[in-house]
């Protein structure tokens, strides 16, 4: 069974910093590209970030372009978010997804960012 | 970047009736669309992809069409477990983008 659980959600200043992990099971993590989505309460959902394979290629949307990045550890079975200079606009759910065209998603991880 | 626009966003529909969203691409993506839907407090599932190929598990009363610029999804006979946030996404290019979202209701 494919999981994705992602964790590092939390209540952070504006201006600070957050890093979100995934664990990824039940797959070959390696052989699969990775995406971040994310959705604001009540909103509807924004995809924010992808990483290829490898790790070696990555894509953002504008609106975290400069202050996300994203990674991944195949060796850990582990995808990442580092999050910095966050603004209100930041919070929301974060999913962490795996890339293909079978729609696995994580149960998200809440960041609030508030003073 | 490709803007996607939902309609209507919210549709209010009775048990057993038939009900069509529609997603329109602010230019052509082929065939490379998503249908998720998404039941509050829950992850989206997703329904179908490559605009019109159901995903596995997903039962023949959904079904996609479209292509280029215009899609919609269609759900046959409404059943309770429904009633939820229909979201498609483009995958077709970078950056990757979402319509709105169509609330189904019901009636």
């Known amino acids: 069974e494919v999981l994705l659980v992602e964790s590092g959600g939390g209540l952070v200043q504006p201006g600070g910093s957050l890093r979100l992990s995934c664990a990824a099971s039940g797959f070959s993590f390696r052989s699969f590209g990775m995406h971040w989505v994310r959705q604001a309460p009540g909103k509807g959902l924004e995809w924010t970030s992808y990483v290829t394979e490898s790790g070696s290629t990555t894509y953002y949307a504008d609106s975290v372009k400069g202050r996300f990045t994203i990674s991944r550890d195949n060796a850990k079975n582990s995808l990442n978010l580092q999050m910095n200079s966050l603004r209100a606009d930041d919070t929301a759910v974060y999913f962490c997804?795996?890339?293909?065209?079978?729609?696995?998603w994580g149960q998200g991880t809440l960041v609030i960012v508030s003073s | 970047e490709i803007v996607m626009t939902q309609s209507p966003a919210t549709l209010s529909v009775s048990p057993g009736e038939r009900a069509t969203l529609s997603c329109r691409a602010s230019q052509s993506i082929g065939t490379k669309l998503f249908w998720y839907q998404q039941i509050p407090g829950q992850s989206p599932r997703l329904l179908i992809y490559?605009?019109?190929t159901r995903a596995t598990g997903i039962p023949a009363r959904f079904s996609g069409s479209g292509s280029g610029t215009e899609f919609s999804l269609t759900i046959s006979s409404l059943q309770s477990e429904d009633f939820a946030v229909y979201h498609c996404?483009?995958?077709?290019?970078?950056?990757?983008?979402f319509g709105q979202g169509t609330k189904v209701d019901i009636k």
């Open positions: 997804v795996r890339g293909g065209t079978e729609g696995h």
């Open positions: 490559d605009a019109s």
């Open positions: 996404q483009q995958y077709n290019d970078w950056p990757r983008t």
